[in-house]
């Protein structure tokens, strides 16, 4: 699988004015594509395709049906080593995404980073703006975080070894625990971790702290997959909640939402003709786990 996976992003109707929006706040942006899917049980849905500074997302218009909270965020890494103006970048993006927003942590300067600051956005969707300047292997400018609170803590660095273990192409990265005295947390639990699958990074930690909130469908990572094989073997690994299963997406045991997905649905959608599109939308709403080849029929009018 040479794709990257995809974070996707469930609004209610603003799927369309928040891409415009992030486009417009980060550098390296774009819409790929946007297309309306006709009579699911949101109604017409519409379903967006963008990139933020290179790193790939899908947004979705499907009803109030979940809210954004802090469990999953997007750390943006400006890099002085990589722009120059990574400073002033930082404080201009900060600024845009203020408008209508909340600072979660104030920017400032932290242990951890000469300049850092967490903040929710207007749609809800939050944010870590960090400088850095990495050692060793470079990130790239966005990285997913999990923040895995509540029951879950504790269960980042377990967490990280079980999806290094179900992705094939997949590296660990940075560990650091927490030491002695920084209570709540607890001495040895991550205070910060990342890895990569694929060819995505992604990042995670515990946190102790009260928290009222935890995963939900809001934000999911969509796998995208080349054979049926493959949609099998994530769907069998990943999926821990049956009742959740329901048109390619499912729930793994710690309540992240994860899409598992043929390649070849997209371009379906992107490239087909509005029959095709019906068709092919109203196959995959009657399933749980995707048939590649009943899509294709569907798709195919056959």
């Known amino acids: 699988m040479s794709q990257p996976i995809i974070a996707h992003l469930w609004f209610?109707?603003?799927?369309?004015e928040a891409a415009e929006f992030y486009c417009s706040v980060f550098p390296d942006s774009k819409i790929a594509n946007a297309t309306?899917?006709?009579?699911?049980?949101?109604?017409?849905?519409?379903l967006v395709s963008f990139t933020v500074w290179g790193f790939p997302f899908m947004a979705i218009s499907a009803g109030p049906l979940?809210?954004?909270?802090?469990?999953?965020?997007?750390?943006v890494n400006f890099d002085p080593s990589r722009d120059k103006n990574a400073r002033e970048l930082l404080d201009a993006t900060w600024h845009q995404l203020s408008d209508g927003g909340i600072a979660l942590m104030p920017l400032d300067r932290y242990p951890f980073s000469e300049r850092f600051g967490w903040i929710r956005d207007k749609y809800g969707v939050t944010w870590q703006l960090m400088l850095t300047n990495p050692d060793g292997e470079p990130r790239?400018?966005?990285?997913?975080?999990?923040?895995?609170?509540?029951?879950?803590c504790g269960k980042a660095e377990e967490a990280r070894e079980f999806y290094l273990s179900i992705f094939r192409n997949a590296k660990p990265g940075t560990l650091v625990q927490y030491g002695p005295g920084q209570e709540p947390d607890q001495e040895g639990t991550v205070m910060f971790a990342d890895f990569r699958l694929e060819n995505t990074w992604f990042a995670l930690m515990d946190s102790a702290h009260a928290h009222e909130f935890n995963f939900n469908e809001a934000i999911s990572f969509l796998v995208n997959c080349e054979t049926q094989e493959e949609i099998d073997h994530y769907w069998d690994k990943l999926s821990a909640v049956p009742e959740a299963e329901q048109c390619g997406w499912l729930k793994d045991k710690y309540g992240v939402s994860w899409q598992i997905a043929p390649a070849r649905l997209d371009e379906m959608m992107s490239r087909g003709t509005p029959e095709q599109r019906?068709?092919?939308?109203?196959?995959?709403?009657?399933?749980k786990k995707f048939n590649l080849a009943e899509l294709q029929q569907a798709f195919d009018g056959e």
């Open 36 to 46: 309306t899917l006709h009579d699911t049980p949101s109604g017409d849905s519409e």
């Open 12 to 16: 209610d109707k603003e799927a369309r």
């Open 278 to 287: 019906d068709r092919v939308t109203q196959a995959f709403l009657r399933m």
């Open 140 to 152: 790239p400018a966005i990285v997913p975080s999990l923040l895995f609170v509540g029951d879950n």
């Open 66 to 75: 979940f809210q954004f909270n802090p469990s999953i965020s997007f750390i």
